[in-house]
Every structure is written in structure tokens, then in C-alpha cells.
């Protein structure tokens, strides 16, 4: 009797326990999964800076490249020049802007200036376009234009924001002079906003103080909390805002969202501009909600006691799997996993095997296969320069990343460097070659590339695209052109149609005579210059 | 050019008998462009094909002849907004002076003084339009700025002297109506007095006087305290 009685408490303090257990469980699991997402938006508000920073460059690249043309640079030359602005010139030099507007591909500017080099608007396109004459010289983005500086800005303009870019127009024949500059506006839109946030799987908005101006997403947040969150963000470098905002609880109706917000550079600054990422806030299940999120196999008796190694295995191959990326390991530790998972790290080490076999025996044959590079365009072909063709996920030989790794949509976007970083890197301009040496002692200027047709090439946030673009071969083409730039190599007539052609005979010529499945091709530096790899990669099955 | 705007109504008659004063500012070499006071996403790069210009500071400088005994009316001045600047960001004023500053832009400006927000009449001065202060002391400097456009600064520098003169493009300055006698000529630049030894002319009662000040090499460095 007695004995029973005891036993009767250790099952009720038990079950007390456990029931003690199952209801508080939920609870960790959900600040988990709170932690989880609240990293997963400064992530992807570190990445929207980093796009932003990309897309800064290419309209940059694109505002130089317009100042080039020659019929803008004879028309600001033969402004300055007047001492009066007319409409006839005006006209006569908006349709040159017009017309170089419409040869534009990708995302077109929502509107161009032509400056003169007093600082005078000779000519205006598509905003405003029939205002002349007024003098905007004093702006900090059209002060370093016509000193000579390539930069980008943001301006905050009857409550829309433009990214500007500008760059000063020079007559090339000599004497080299300044005869003014241009300034290319785009509009910062809700389709901007989703293309940002397309690969990123949350939501973004663009304010001006507590005017919505754009987002992915039509939500009406309490700006007052936007505001406060902003507020907090003062001084420092407003590129270290998003490692530097935490997280904070944001509703809009009934909805509850986690939010992050940054502040915007330039000269918008003052009209208090930022943006602000968001999710909605997962749902808190609680224990009934628990239990109906348990599956069948959550209780299987190979997981038990299942909260503490349902995940285990799996954890454990994903960490062997990122040792073997680091490069810290040459293979996966196949005993070091039960079951499926060490036949899954089996299959992985055959293949790594195989590959390496065929990197070896094919290093003899393939410098014939793929020939030369042809003079200033792909630069030296140097195949298989190391015994192992590099491991899927490792860092590309290449110091920067190029702005392809960031680009929108295909494959989920890499951990991001830190902004900081990103923003420091001084961009290199292309240029036409100067007609006259630089003067004085100046380091040499950076090689020029031929005046292509206007496009935003790297357009990460364009949608107009002519004609088929292959993910890869434009991500190792951008490299190339990073790495080629970086070791002062010209790129002169080195566009994504030639080298992509180049590409694709190599390929097809390597997968012809080795019978692989495909070829990888890595972008290196070799002797100081900008060299291509190519690796053949067979298939297992 | 527009930046010449800045033009003054002097109340007095030409005085008999003055006379001119002309020069050219000795200047170091330039300093370096200052920092973009508004960075985009990416930091400003030299284009390739041209050297960047080197960075202006004569728009900063004022000429400033003070000493004499003859007094002369306070002059009213007007300050031009052109564009996205003031006509000169540097202005030297004499005590008891009316500063009217003229909206030539296209945009309406709220200005204020840094140091004295009750300076210039509160409210936005429409394109066209003008807002007038009176400047009494001198030795005083006043910032003036439009919170809607970091950009947007002009200093104004109160003097003891009418004898004013802004130095072209190549620091070549003249000061006209100037009575004979010694005066002590200062350079002012953007905002501080330009430390000089040799700072002491006399001036003719009639003709021009030459006198080529030389400003040192860290004319153009921070303000010394």
C-alpha cells in the first residue's frame, strides 16, 4: 500500500515534469526562430546596401559614358561659350540628350541634365524639360562633376527620390578642357523596391521623413515608430547602419512585423531619407500549435529523445560539409556519419575523387584545346594551374567580389562582406583613351574601354535585357572585367557577346574531347595578369 | 559670371581726393578639394581623361583695408542666391550695414544664421523675392545656411571698414575710393583672418597704389586659435 503510493507520486511528479516541459518548449523554439529572422533581416538589409552600392556603380559608369558622346560634348562646348542660353539651343540640345536617352538599354535614367561649365542647365530631358537656363552649380554632385569627378548622390525632389550619377564632359581634342557635365536621374520606384528585395524573401521601403516614397510592398507602418528607429541612428557612417540598428517590433493594422531600418546617403539626408526592411513576424504557436506541427517521424524512436537530436545528424554533415568548403579538409569524415548521411558523404568523396583524377590527366591536353586567348581580349588561358579543381562553394581566386555575386534573382546571394567595405573600394571608370597624355604627375589614369552602346551592362536592377544572357558566363565575365581592371590590363572591346562566344567554343571543344558533363571556369591572376581556368566536370551518374 | 553678382549700393558719394588700391594675392598652392560634404553610395573618382581641377579658394577670400580716419556711411548690400550657392560663399559687411539677401533662384529658401537664429526674418524667401538683417558688431561672423539644403552656405564677416575687395579667379583685387592715408590690409579666408607680417600700406591721395600681399602657406589650413 505504502509502495503504491510512492509510486503514485514519482508517476504524478513525472508527468508533472513532462507536462512542465511540453509547455514551455514551444517558447525557446520560438525565440529561435525569432533570433533566426531578425538576423535574416540584417542580412538582407546589408545585402540592399550592397546592391544599392552595385547599382551606384554601374549608373556612374553609365552618366560617364554619356558624357563621351561626342555630339553632348560639342553641344555643352559650344553653351559655354554663349553668354546667353536660348530656347532654340535648348531644343537643339534635348534631342541630342533624347536621342542618346533612347540608345540607352536596360534601366533608362527618368531624366538627364546637360550643364554647361558655368554651371548652367543647358538642357533638361524628360523632367522638366522645358526649363533652361537656371544655374545649379553650387550642388555638391554638379560641383565635383565640373571639377572633373565621376560620383553619385541621392536627391529628394517635390517628394521623390532620384540616384543620381554624374560625370564631367571633356573635350578630348586638344587642349583638353572641361566644357561641363551631366547629371542622369533614376526614380526610386516600387519596382526598383521588388527587384531589390527578389531573391531575399522579405520586403523593403524607401521614405523621405514620414512620406512612403516606394516599397516591394503597400503597407501602412506607424511612421512614428519608423521615425524613432531612425532617430537612433545618429552620426557614424550610415553604412554601418544595418549591423548597427537592432530589430524592432513594427504594426500595420493587425499585422505585427519585424523591422530594420538604414538611412540613406546624400544630399536626400536632409529630408531625413532611409529605408526600412521588414517581415512579417513568424507566428507564436504555443503548445496546442506544437502539437499540431508535429509529424509521425518527429516520434519515430530512432530520433528519441527527439528535442535534444532530431537535427543532430543532419547538423553534423552540414558542418563537415562547410569544413570541407573552408578547405580545412580534403573529404568528408564518412565514418564520422550514420545511415544515409555517411552514404551521402560516400558519394561526395568518390566525386571529389573522380574529379581529381580527371584534373590531372587532362592537364596535358588542354591547353591545346582551348588555343590562345586572343590579343586584349580574354587575356592568357592558363588551365589546371593546381592539381584539384576548386570545391564547389569555395572563394574564387579573386580578391573582390564582383558585383555579379550580388546580383538579383538565380542563386541565393553569398553572406555579404561588411558595407563598409564595399563602399571603400573606389570604383574604376571606364574611359575613352585621352587624346593628349595626362598632365603633371598624376598615377596613370585607369585603362579606357571602347564607347560601347549605352547600357547599364551590369543592370542588376534593370529588366530589359537584349538578348539571352547566361547567368554564368556573365558572372565569370564580370570577374574577368574586375580582375582585368584591377591589374590596369585594357579591356578595351572585350564585351559579354565575345567573351560568352569564347566561352562556349571552349567548352564545347573540352566537353567534346574529354566527355565531361560540363566545364567551370575560374577567373585568376597569373604573372600580374588576369588569367582563365577551365575545368572539366564529369558526371558522376 | 554669376558668382560677380554681389553688388553693393554705397549711399555715399565718391569721396574727392581717394585713391585705388589694386593687387594680386600672392597664394600658396591650393589646398586639397575638401571632402564631399554629401557622399552618395560611392566615394567621387578623378574621371581618366583630364587632370581634376584644382580646388577655387578665391571665392573665399576678402581683401579688407582697415585704419584711415575718414568715416563713411554704412553701405546696404545685397547677397544674391544663385543656383544652388550664394553669388560669393564669402562676404565681408561693414558694422551698422543692411544685408539684402535677393532670391535670383527658383526655389524658395528658408535661411537662418547659425549663431543668431533671430538674425534674418523667420519665413521662406520666394524666387524673386528678398529678406533683409542689419549687422552691427563688428568682428562678428555669421553662418548662414538653409536646414533643407546642406549645400547651401554663405559666411558673412562684420568689418570696421568700407574698404572692401573681392579677388578675381587669379587673386587680382582692387578697392577704388580709398582716402590717402596708412592703412592695415587683412585677408580674410572663409572663416579666419589670414595670419600676415606685411600688412601695413599707405595709400596716395590720388592714382592707383600697387601692393601684391602674400599670403603664407597655411593660409589656407584651419583657423588658428
Redesign the interface.
Known amino acids: 500500500m505504502f509502495l503504491s503510493k510512492i509510486w503514485l507520486f514519482l508517476v504524478a511528479l513525472g508527468a508533472a515534469v513532462a507536462l512542465t516541459i511540453a509547455l514551455v518548449m514551444p517558447r525557446p523554439a520560438q525565440r529561435t526562430l525569432v533570433t533566426e529572422e531578425q538576423r535574416r533581416l540584417a542580412v538582407a538589409c546589408s545585402v540592399i546596401d550592397i546592391l ?2 552595385d ?3 554601374n549608373r ?1 559608369e553609365l552618366a ?1 559614358t554619356f558624357g563621351r558622346a561626342p555630339e553632348v560634348v560639342g553641344a555643352l562646348e559650344n553653351a559655354s561659350a554663349a553668354e546667353h542660353l536660348d530656347e532654340s539651343r535648348m531644343k537643339q540640345v534635348r534631342d541630342v540628350g533624347e536621342t542618346i536617352m533612347k540608345g540607352i538599354s536596360g534601366r533608362k535614367p527618368d531624366f538627364a541634365m546637360l550643364i554647361d561649365r ?2 548652367r542647365v543647358v538642357a533638361r530631358v524628360r523632367l522638366d524639360q522645358d ?1 533652361f537656363g ?9 560641383d ?1 562633376a ?9 536627391w529628394a525632389q517635390n517628394g521623390t527620390m532620384y540616384f ?1 550619377a554624374a ?2 564632359v ?1 573635350r ?1 581634342d586638344p587642349p ?3 566644357v561641363g557635365a551631366v547629371v542622369l536621374g533614376h526614380k526610386v520606384t516600387n519596382d526598383l523596391a521588388k527587384k531589390l528585395v527578389g531573391s531575399l524573401n522579405v520586403d523593403t521601403g524607401f521614405y523621405l521623413g514620414n512620406d512612403d516614397v516606394a516599397g516591394s510592398q503597400a503597407v501602412a507602418f506607424d511612421h512614428g515608430v519608423l521615425g524613432d528607429a531612425v532617430g537612433k541612428l545618429q552620426g557614424g557612417d550610415v553604412a554601418r547602419d544595418c549591423q548597427a540598428n537592432q530589430p524592432f517590433d513594427l504594426a500595420a493594422g493587425k499585422d505585427e512585423y519585424t523591422a530594420v531600418v538604414a538611412r540613406l ?3 536626400a ?3 531625413r531619407a532611409f529605408f526600412s526592411v521588414f517581415i512579417k513576424k513568424p507566428e507564436a504557436r504555443g503548445f496546442m500549435g506544437t502539437l499540431h506541427a508535429v509529424r509521425q517521424g518527429d516520434l519515430s524512436t530512432s530520433s528519441f529523445p527527439w528535442f535534444l537530436v532530431a537535427d543532430r545528424p543532419l547538423r553534423g554533415l552540414a558542418a563537415d560539409a562547410v569544413r570541407l568548403a573552408k578547405g580545412e579538409q580534403e573529404r568528408l569524415r564518412e565514418d564520422s556519419h550514420g545511415g544515409k548521411f555517411g552514404s551521402i558523404a560516400r558519394s561526395v568523396n568518390i566525386h571529389i575523387d573522380k574529379v581529381g583524377r580527371e584534373a590531372k590527366s587532362a592537364r596535358t591536353n588542354l591547353d591545346q584545346l582551348l588555343g590562345p586567348a586572343p590579343e586584349g581580349s580574354l587575356g592568357t588561358i592558363d588551365l589546371l594551374s593546381s592539381p584539384l579543381p576548386p570545391r564547389p562553394g569555395s572563394v574564387p581566386p579573386v580578391s573582390v567580389p564582383p558585383p555579379s555575386d550580388f546580383r538579383f534573382g538565380g542563386e541565393p546571394a553569398p553572406p555579404p562582406p561588411p558595407p563598409v567595405a564595399a ?2 573600394t ?4 571606364p ?2 583613351p ?1 587624346v593628349t597624355p ?3 604627375s ?1 598615377t596613370p ?2 585603362q ?1 574601354v571602347a564607347q560601347a552602346p549605352l547600357r547599364l551592362d551590369d543592370d542588376i536592377l534593370g529588366g530589359e535585357v537584349s538578348g539571352p544572357i547566361d547567368p554564368y558566363f556573365k558572372q565569370v565575365y564580370d570577374q574577368f572585367i574586375s580582375v582585368k581592371r584591377s591589374c590596369n590590363e585594357p579591356v578595351v572591346g572585350l564585351t559579354y557577346q565575345k567573351f560568352a562566344e569564347k566561352l562556349v567554343r571552349n567548352r564545347d571543344d573540352l566537353m567534346a574531347k574529354t566527355g565531361c558533363r560540363e566545364v567551370r571556369f575560374t577567373v585568376y591572376v597569373k604573372d600580374g595578369k588576369a588569367a582563365l581556368k577551365a575545368t572539366p566536370v564529369r558526371d558522376e551518374a | ?2 558668382r560677380a553678382a554681389l553688388s553693393w549700393l554705397v549711399l555715399a558719394p565718391a569721396i574727392a581726393g581717394a585713391g585705388t588700391l589694386i593687387g594680386k594675392l600672392d597664394l600658396p598652392p591650393p589646398p586639397e ?1 575638401p571632402a ?18 584644382p ?1 577655387s579658394v578665391t571665392p573665399e577670400l576678402v581683401v579688407v583695408l582697415e585704419g584711415g580716419e575718414t568715416a563713411m556711411a554704412a553701405p546696404q548690400i545685397t547677397w544674391e542666391l ?4 550664394f553669388a560669393r560663399p564669402v562676404i565681408a559687411v561693414p558694422a551698422g550695414s543692411e544685408v539684402v539677401i535677393k532670391d535670383t ?2 526655389v524658395a529658401r528658408t535661411l537662418a544664421a547659425q549663431e543668431d537664429k533671430q538674425l534674418i526674418p523667420a519665413g521662406p524667401i520666394n524666387p524673386g523675392g528678398t529678406r533683409s538683417f542689419r549687422v552691427t558688431d563688428a568682428g562678428r561672423t555669421y553662418t548662414i545656411g538653409d ?6 552656405i554663405g559666411r558673412v564677416v562684420v568689418v570696421a571698414s568700407t574698404l572692401i575687395g573681392y579677388p578675381d579667379e587669379t587673386g587680382r583685387f582692387e578697392i577704388a575710393d580709398v582716402p590717402p592715408g596708412s592703412y592695415k590690409l587683412r585677408v580674410w579666408y572663409r572663416d579666419h583672418w589670414v595670419a600676415r607680417s606685411d600688412d601695413t600700406v599707405t595709400i596716395s591721395a590720388k592714382g592707383k597704389t600697387d601692393f601684391n600681399p602674400k599670403l603664407p602657406a597655411d593660409a589656407f589650413g584651419p583657423a588658428k586659435k
Do not use: C
Open positions: 544599392l552600392a547599382d551606384a556603380r556612374v560617364g558655368r554651371g526649363d537656371d544655374v545649379v552649380a553650387g550642388r555638391p554632385l554638379i565635383d565640373l571639377a572633373g569627378f565621376l560620383r553619385d548622390d541621392l543620381v560625370a564631367p571633356i578630348r583638353v578642357a572641361y546617403p546624400g544630399e539626408q536632409a529630408h563602399r571603400s573606389p570604383p574604376q571608370w574611359a575613352q585621352p595626362p598632365r603633371g598624376r589614369p585607369p579606357p | 559670371m554669376f578639394r564631399v560634404a554629401t557622399r552618395g553610395f560611392l566615394d567621387r573618382s578623378e574621371n581618366p581623361l583630364a587632370p581634376v581641377k580646388y544663385v543656383g544652388e550657392s533662384t527658383k536646414r533643407d539644403a546642406p549645400h547651401l
